[in-house]
C-alpha cells in the first residue's frame, strides 16, 4: 500500500502569505496525485489534478507541483477565504490512499 | 451542468443493511471509474470502493471488504453502495465521486449513515 504523509498537520499564515503544503508518498505513485479543500460541513473540492493541473474556476495562486515521491501544494498568496482543511490523495494504485489532512487557519 | 445527487442514508441498528444510491446528470456513468469516499465525523477522508469504466472491475478498502458492494446501473446512470454487516465504525458522511484523474470531476452532496442502536 501506498502511505500518504501530509505536512503540516495544522498551521497559521496570515493574509498575503506564501502556504506550502506536503505530501510524501511511500513509494512511487506517478503524478496521479489530487488535492482537495474542505471547508467545514461542506463537500470536498478539487483543486488539482494529475499533480499540477489546475481545476477549471479554482484561483489561479493554487498550483501543485512535484519531484519523485513528493507532492506540493502552493498557495501564492493568501486569502480569507482559504482558510480550510486540505488533502492530498493517491489514486495511482489500490488502495487508494489519503493524506491526513492539513488544516489552515488564518491569523 | 455535471451533477452526481446521492440518497439513502439514515439510522441503522449494527449488523443492518443499508444501499445507497448516487444518480448522475450531465455525462454518462459507463464512461468514468466511479468511487465511494467516507468521512467520519471530525475526522478526514477515507477510500471505501471504485468500480471501474467496464463496470467490471471493483476495489474496496480492507474495512468494508466483504461486507460492502459497489455496482452501478448504466441504464439508470446511478452508481450504488451496497452496505451489510454495518458497524458502529462505519458511522460517516458517505460521497460517490466521479474519475479523479478526469477534467470532468464532481462529489455528491454527501449522505450520512449513522450505525447505532
Known amino acids: 500500500d501506498i502511505q500518504m504523509t501530509q505536512s503540516p498537520s495544522a498551521m497559521s499564515a496570515s493574509v498575503g502569505d506564501r502556504v506550502t503544503i506536503t505530501c510524501r508518498a511511500s513509494?512511487?505513485?506517478?503524478?496521479?496525485l489530487v488535492w482537495f479543500q474542505q471547508k467545514p460541513g461542506k463537500v470536498p473540492q478539487r483543486l488539482i489534478y494529475?499533480?499540477?493541473s489546475l481545476q477549471g474556476g479554482v484561483p489561479s495562486r493554487f498550483s501543485g507541483s512535484w519531484s519523485g515521491t513528493e507532492f506540493t501544494l502552493t498557495i501564492s498568496s493568501l486569502q480569507p477565504e482559504d482558510s480550510a482543511t486540505y488533502y492530498c490523495l493517491q489514486h495511482n494504485s489500490f488502495p487508494l490512499t489519503f493524506g491526513q489532512g492539513t488544516r489552515l487557519e488564518i491569523k | 451542468e455535471v451533477q452526481l445527487v446521492e440518497s439513502g442514508g439514515g439510522l441503522v441498528q449494527p449488523g443492518g443493511s443499508l444501499r445507497l444510491s448516487c444518480e448522475a446528470s450531465g455525462f454518462i456513468i459507463t464512461n468514468y471509474w466511479l468511487t465511494w469516499v467516507r468521512q467520519a465525523p471530525g475526522k478526514g477522508l477515507e477510500w471505501v470502493a471504485t468500480?471501474?469504466?467496464?463496470?467490471?472491475?471493483?476495489y474496496y478498502a480492507d474495512s468494508v471488504k466483504g461486507r460492502f458492494t459497489i455496482s452501478r446501473d448504466s441504464a439508470k446512470n446511478s452508481l450504488y453502495l451496497q452496505m451489510n454487516s454495518l458497524r458502529a465504525e462505519d458511522t460517516a458522511m458517505y460521497y460517490c465521486?466521479?474519475?479523479?484523474?478526469?477534467?470532468?470531476?464532481?462529489w455528491g452532496q454527501g449522505n450520512m449513515v449513522t450505525v447505532s442502536s
Open positions: 513509494q512511487g505513485s506517478g503524478n496521479n
Open positions: 465521486a466521479t474519475q479523479f484523474s478526469s477534467p470532468i470531476h464532481c
Open positions: 494529475v499533480a499540477s
Open positions: 468500480i471501474n469504466r467496464g463496470g467490471i472491475d471493483t
